[in-house]
């Protein structure tokens, strides 16, 4: 691996910065420790929707914009969980970084959860896990994991199952990003032609607030 440089912010935001100038190219990640073995008992999937609703809008831009714009400077923005973490992502070209690192900034900031979003990916998520239930495959990953785990957190299912989804309401996945989604409990991670005396200062200029 290249040389790292690291940093953590006064809110407790701890960033690691890794040059690669092969191509003129910059990978983000955002990692907030937070994925599906922190969802309550009854609320599994809550993580997972949590994040997947990050990109479907935030308080200045709603899904339309958001995906406008990355896509305007040819570049990719993202949101997942898994089991210990959830996270953000924007890869661009170097010339961009200051666009992808503001829309990145944004809608882990400022995600609106609107209730139309909400309800678009509960129905979304529970068509999934209903095709899930008639796929073999999943049927045995889903198995076995509560074979290897029994009661333990990591024996849920990531997404939910179609009782919990439906259950889910927009207070529990508001509840869950502010719970979860600050500073003091995320990394982020810079990968790409760029330098970290010109990283650091950027990155505190957008998120140094959170």
């Not at 983000?28 to 420790?33: A, G």
């Not at 922190?38 to 990109?55: K, Q, V």
């Not at 990719?76 to 200051?98: C, I, N, Q, R």
């Not at 690192?101 to 309800?119: C, G, K, Q, R, Y």
Request: aromatic share 6%.
């Amino acid at each position: 691996l290249p040389p790292m440089a690291e940093k953590t912010l006064p809110n407790g935001l701890k960033i690691i910065v890794a040059e690669n100038h092969e191509q003129p190219v910059v990978s983000m990640r955002l990692l907030i420790k937070a994925g599906s073995c922190l969802d309550p008992t009854d609320r599994a999937g809550l993580a997972n929707l949590t994040a997947g609703l990050l990109r479907k809008g935030t308080a200045t831009r709603d899904a339309n914009k958001v995906s406008q714009e990355i896509d305007f400077i040819g570049g990719s923005l993202g949101a997942g969980s898994d089991l210990d973490a959830s996270y953000a992502t924007s890869e661009v070209l170097t010339k961009h970084f200051d666009k992808g690192l503001e829309l990145l900034s944004d809608i882990v900031l400022n995600p609106a959860f609107a209730p139309a979003e909400v309800e678009r990916l509960r129905k979304q998520t529970i068509g999934a896990l209903m095709q899930a239930n008639d796929d073999p495959n999943s049927i045995v990953d889903e198995q076995y994991k509560k074979y290897l785990f029994g009661d333990h957190t990591y024996g849920k299912p990531e997404s939910g199952t179609i009782e919990s989804i439906g259950s889910l309401t927009r207070d529990d996945i508001v509840g869950f990003w502010q719970k979860n989604y600050i500073p003091n409990n995320s990394v982020l991670f810079v990968v790409g032609d760029v330098k970290p005396e010109d990283v650091f200062p950027k990155v505190e200029a957008s998120l140094g607030a959170w």
